[in-house]
């Protein structure tokens, strides 16, 4: 079955760690997100790729970084400035990153850091 | 500035009873429309999504959405609700002017309950 695998589903770190959150996806899609979801604040755009090689900053980019070396594959870093990590993490993906291209959603990783 | 509006955090029903979530959005022109679902530690599932043509659109597990360009809205309703249709529920606008138009932008979320 096609879809979005994000690993693990729940990690913990100690503050001042880097952390990485694994994002795959088998759909062949090109475009690729990162959403923060805390409660009550809906979600928020962290990181966008368009294409391989390619992503842009989005809402809350600030403490995070990304890489896009492969289409399947967009996995989010969560660094040491990020002053309030502990957060649940989505990712997403989309055939074209524009017009009516609905995103699919990963399962989530939810971070927590001490 | 763009942005998406839910009107009400926490909606509870009764099984059986009409289910109302309501969804605005701030846009002199018409952006792309969803609607997505999420369960307790999951992703989200899309509903329905609205583009062009038909104001009524039809969704998965019987919800459907009207979008009223006059009233700037895209209410989701359910004529019957069942208890597994609790979940939070989210409204997402795919703005198409002011450079937005590569992203999802989304509302808060209403966490609906259904009571037996």
């Known amino acids: 079955d096609g879809g979005i695998t994000q690993s693990p589903k729940y990690l913990f770190r100690k503050e001042g760690q880097n952390v990485t959150l694994s994002c795959e996806q088998n759909l062949n899609h090109d475009a690729m997100y990162w959403y923060r979801q805390d409660p009550g604040q809906g979600l928020r755009l962290i990181y966008y790729s368009q294409i391989v090689n390619d992503f842009q900053k989005g809402d809350i980019a600030e403490g995070y970084s990304v890489s896009r070396e492969k289409k399947e594959s967009f996995p989010l870093t969560v660094t040491s400035a990020q002053k309030n990590p502990t957060a649940f993490y989505l990712c997403?993906?989309?055939?074209?990153?524009?017009?009516?291209?609905?995103?699919?959603f990963g399962n989530g990783t939810r971070l927590t850091v001490t | 500035a763009q942005s998406v509006t839910q009107l009400g955090s926490h909606v509870s029903v009764s099984e059986g009873a009409l289910v109302l979530l309501r969804c605005n959005y701030s846009?002199?022109?018409?952006?792309?429309l969803f609607w997505y679902v999420q369960y307790p530690n999951q992703g989200l599932q899309l509903l329905l999504k609205y583009t062009t043509g038909a104001t009524l659109v039809k969704g998965i597990n019987g919800f459907e959405a009207e979008f009223k360009k006059s009233e700037t809205s895209f209410h989701l309703t359910k004529p019957s609700a069942h208890m597994s249709d609790a979940a939070e529920y989210f409204c997402a606008v795919r703005f198409t002017t002011g450079g937005s138009n590569y992203k999802l932008t989304f509302g808060k979320g209403t966490l609906l309950t259904v009571n037996p």
């Open positions: 997403a993906s989309s055939i074209g990153g524009t017009g009516n291209s609905p995103l699919h």
């Open positions: 846009s002199s022109v018409p952006p792309y």
